[in-house]
């Protein structure tokens, strides 16, 4: 991420074109997931000259940057901030358990083996959302980009409670530049490799810092929520640096870079911050390109998301129309939904060369079509009223004096940026 909490009201209006944006990013990421299962003649090919599902997410970063911290400068708390994001993630992601849980009932055995012989590693991990960064293998395979979204929220979180949330272009950039150097020589998994017991002590040990760590800040006032900062930021920052898996540490660093270059534009945008000190961010998109150097196809993905970033700035003013609108509202269960219906073609053809082709461009309408019904249920019955509900919480439990800025901050509208945001 990476919408209208509430409904279509605002999402045809302000923030419209977050939407659209987060629409276009959730279908091509479906497409990328698709050649695998329905289209695998097609999918090197096409990689090899634009990456469909790279170019989904880091548009997805991109607008999660532009919007998550403008939000929670907005609300002023980071009780509030909390209340909505833990609403906003987690209702879906039990939906996608059961999804995964009913899969195993009609008898696909895709679950990783670690659930059997790690399964306290394996739950602890996915309940903090960093199971990417703790070396844990991802229950679905798009919840990798979860982990990055939960590590700039923590981030921001520490920022803000630390007063330097507003420096965005030096984070952006400092990212970056981390991201070059830190490719090929930061070490992999460092803290999580060499055995169960010592990947749940990590684990484990993670969980409490973090939670502590929140804890400290929410609660907490003066010394002891800044050291609850100074824990959240260490402690990811940690896990960033030396225990990334995949994509790495070079392109896992780059999407931090990625996401405060979004908060950059936003600033420039609100003239928070000068155009021409905004412009330096476009390092960050050079940086990204360096690093897949040899990889044309990744390349033009990361070139193509920025180009489909700012010219959505550009046309922010325009309406929009309602069905890349709709796409972005119900983007988050599009993009996590999206994997259980196409494993559940694999469980019928397990190999889709074997079935003639246009059976299998058939499926995938019908894949898409179910994904569209689907969406539209899970946004109604499950995104929605737990966006109420936050939304409740939020209105009535007010905001402490301890967990609120200190100086003002502009307006900004309410949005959500990320698929999960």
């Known amino acids: 991420m990476l919408g209208n909490p509430t409904g279509g009201q605002r999402s045809g209006r302000r923030m419209a074109w977050l939407d659209a944006l987060r629409g276009i990013a959730a279908m091509a990421v479906v497409l990328e997931h698709s050649f695998k299962f329905l289209l695998p003649e097609?999918?090197?090919?096409?990689?090899?000259v634009f990456e469909p599902g790279w170019y989904g997410v880091t548009v997805f970063f991109l607008v999660s940057g532009y919007i998550i911290p403008?939000?929670?400068e907005r609300r002023d708390s980071l009780r509030d901030f909390w209340i909505s994001r833990f609403l906003r993630l987690y209702p879906l992601c039990g939906v996608c358990v059961v999804g995964v849980v009913l899969l195993m009932l009609a008898g696909?055995?895709?679950?990783?083996?670690?659930?059997?012989?790690?399964?306290?590693?394996?739950?602890?991990?996915?309940?903090?959302?960093?199971?990417?960064?703790?070396?844990?293998p991802n229950l679905v395979n798009v919840l990798w980009t979860l982990s990055y979204e939960m590590a700039f929220y923590l981030l921001v979180t520490a920022m803000f409670a630390l007063g330097i949330l507003r420096r965005s272009t030096?984070?952006?950039?400092t990212f970056a530049v981390a991201a070059v150097l830190g490719a090929g020589t930061l070490p992999v998994a460092l803290l999580s490799a060499g055995g169960s017991w010592r990947m749940l002590t990590v684990v484990?040990?993670?969980?409490?810092?973090i939670a502590a760590g929140l804890v400290a800040v929410l609660a907490g006032s003066g010394v002891v929520r800044q050291a609850g900062a100074i824990v959240i930021a260490v402690t990811v920052l940690a896990l960033l640096a030396v225990n990334q898996n995949f994509p790495g540490p070079g392109r896992g660093l780059l999407i931090l870079a990625t996401m405060f270059a979004g908060t950059v534009l936003y600033r420039a945008e609100r003239g928070e911050i000068s155009w021409r000190q905004a412009g330096w961010v476009a390092l960050v998109p050079l940086a990204g390109v360096w690093l897949a150097t040899g990889e044309f196809g990744l390349q033009a993905a990361i070139a193509a998301a920025w180009v489909t970033f700012v010219a959505g700035m550009a046309l922010r003013h325009r309406n929009v129309p309602r069905?890349?609108?709709w796409l972005g509202l119900v983007s988050y269960s599009l993009y996590l939904l999206h994997p259980l219906l196409l494993e559940s073609v694999e469980r019928f053809w397990?190999?889709?060369?074997?079935?003639p082709l246009g059976l299998r461009l058939l499926a995938l309408a019908a894949v898409v079509g179910l994904l569209f019904g689907l969406s539209a249920l899970t946004w109604r019955f499950v995104e929605a009223p737990a966006q109420r509900l936050a939304k409740r919480l939020v209105s009535g439990g007010g905001s402490s004096g301890e967990m609120t800025r200190r100086e003002p901050c502009p307006a900004v509208p309410g949005a959500t940026g990320s698929p999960a945001a």
């Open 42 to 48: 097609i999918r090197q090919p096409v990689k090899a």
């Open 323 to 325: 069905g890349p609108a």
């Open 350 to 355: 397990p190999k889709p060369l074997a079935v």
């Open 170 to 173: 030096a984070s952006a950039l």
């Open 204 to 209: 484990l040990g993670v969980a409490v810092l």
């Open 70 to 72: 403008a939000s929670l």
């Open 108 to 136: 696909w055995d895709g679950l990783h083996i670690w659930w059997s012989t790690r399964p306290m590693v394996m739950a602890v991990a996915h309940l903090t959302m960093l199971q990417n960064l703790l070396y844990v």
